[in-house]
């Protein structure tokens, strides 16, 4: 079981580091906008304020000025991977929906136990959530819930988080989303539903003095 959940919880961190193709949407079309998914903004301050908990859960976690240099250039491409994950949540919750999958608090707080046993308590669990998937301690409560919706809709499909039956219904929710990134965030492959850098070598990520180290 602790093999499963592991497996799942790396299913939609894995998926970051996907392949080709599809939508960009133009910064002019959605200014402000890091995507837009189902018509709602995710806006590039929401993104940046999801990137400064990881990056503060990382400073109180390595005091140590050596170590958090080592663990933020371990996660140099954190702004990307954290819209990944931003826009596959709802992608997700969608495709539950569509399949009749719900999760509920209880089933949540019932994972998160048990994963505190085996990580040797709520801490070690947040430090191991933090080190391996980018999940800040704020957002691991989320995190569990979308682990549980992804093992739930494959259950409901006949299948497993590995297999083309549940990518495709991923595929089919990012369709229906209508999933658009802003270019500076690469693209949306509605196949694979995941984010591709955009192979525009001239596009550069402009950082400020604020959020230097986070994209």
């Not at 996907?18 to 910064?27: E, I, V």
């Not at 301690?137 to 739930?152: H, T, Y």
Request: glycine share 8%; proline share 3%; net charge positive.
């Amino acid at each position: 079981m602790h093999r499963r959940r592991r497996r799942t919880a790396l299913l939609l961190t894995a998926a970051i580091a996907a392949a080709p193709l599809l939508t960009a949407c133009g910064s002019d079309a959605h200014p402000g906008a890091a995507a837009v998914v189902g018509g709602q903004r995710i806006t590039v301050a929401q993104l940046e304020n999801r990137v400064s908990e990881v990056r503060e859960a990382q400073r109180a976690a390595v005091p140590d000025e050596t170590q958090y240099a080592q663990a933020i250039a371990k996660t140099g491409g954190l702004t990307r991977d954290v819209l990944h994950g931003m826009v596959l949540d709802e992608v997700l919750h969608r495709a539950a929906a569509d399949a009749g999958v719900s999760v509920s608090r209880k089933e949540v707080q019932a994972l998160r136990s048990g994963l505190e046993q085996q990580a040797g308590g709520a801490k070690g669990l947040e430090t191991a959530w933090l080190q391996q998937y980018g999940i800040a301690p704020e957002r691991l409560d989320d995190n569990l819930r979308l682990q549980l919706e992804a093992q739930k809709l494959a259950a409901k499909l006949g299948t497993d988080t590995g297999e083309p039956a549940f990518w495709s219904a991923l595929s089919k929710a990012s369709k229906d989303l209508h999933v658009d990134l802003n270019p500076r965030y690469g693209t949306w492959d509605v196949q694979k539903s995941s984010r591709v850098d955009a192979k525009t070598p001239w596009v550069r990520e402009v950082t400020t003095a604020g959020s230097a180290g986070t994209a």
